[in-house]
């Protein structure tokens, strides 16, 4: 089964708006990665968060991450129409295993 | 450019017949991921290799099987083709086993 789950599945906003995905997992992890996929292409690595990490910023990303509620959340701010791609969450599982979420298909109307 | 390589970009078959996919891992990188992408679906993982070894296995059919050979490159190898083992295959390599994933281009295979 999968471990990381996105939500929503689907997002559509304007130019420009900021955009929030989540992501939520069973079991215990390390690290938290977050990936974009263009349609058809291999995935991009956008950021790794710790799990002993709260926040983590790059550039107009910013990810955060409760071990708690075992969720994490990716915010893509002041969107441009390039950031159109599907959002996939991975975690480790603490198994050596990457695995990926269902993704959140993004799309940045002009 | 991830610097991981896979090939063919592109394969067509029949059903029944068997294929072999490829995937050169970044240089340095001992991991090797292999998934499967279905048409607008998740990544279903399939198997992992670590320097050689078989680290992980996901819901990798039997009729699938791979492999890592001493020069860190891995096959993937797909045998009696069904019509739903159509998807994008792809490899991701990785240094250690759970950091930064580099993922190829895929390997969009198309059984008809």
């Known amino acids: 089964s999968q471990q990381g789950e996105e939500d929503p599945q689907a997002l559509s906003i304007q130019e420009g708006e900021n955009a929030t995905m989540n992501c939520s997992y069973k079991?215990?992890?390390?690290?938290l990665q977050w990936y974009r996929q263009n349609s058809g292409r291999g995935l991009v690595h956008l950021i790794l968060?710790?799990?002993?990490?709260r926040e983590k910023h790059s550039g107009r990303l910013r990810v955060t991450l409760d071990t708690s509620k075992k969720s994490s959340s990716l915010l893509i701010t002041a969107s441009r129409a390039a950031d159109t791609a599907s959002y996939f969450c991975a975690t480790d599982q603490g198994a050596q295993k990457l695995v990926f979420g269902q993704g959140t298909r993004l799309t940045i109307n002009p | 450019d991830s610097g991981v390589t896979q090939t063919p970009k592109h394969l067509i078959t029949a059903t029944g017949q068997r294929v072999t996919l490829r995937c050169s891992p970044r240089s340095g990188d001992l991991s090797v991921y292999w998934y499967q992408q279905s048409l607008d679906q998740g990544l279903q993982f399939l198997i992992q290799y670590y320097n050689g070894e078989e680290r992980a296995k996901g819901n990798i059919l039997e009729r699938f099987s791979a492999q890592q050979f001493p020069d860190l490159h891995s096959e993937l190898n797909l045998s009696s083709l069904e019509l739903g083992d159509s998807a994008l295959y792809f490899c991701?390599?990785?240094?250690?086993?759970?950091?930064?994933?580099?993922f190829g281009q895929g390997t969009r295979l198309t059984v008809v």
């Open positions: 968060i710790r799990s002993n990490e």
């Open positions: 079991t215990s992890i390390n690290n």
């Open positions: 991701a390599s990785t240094q250690g086993p759970t950091t930064e994933a580099f």
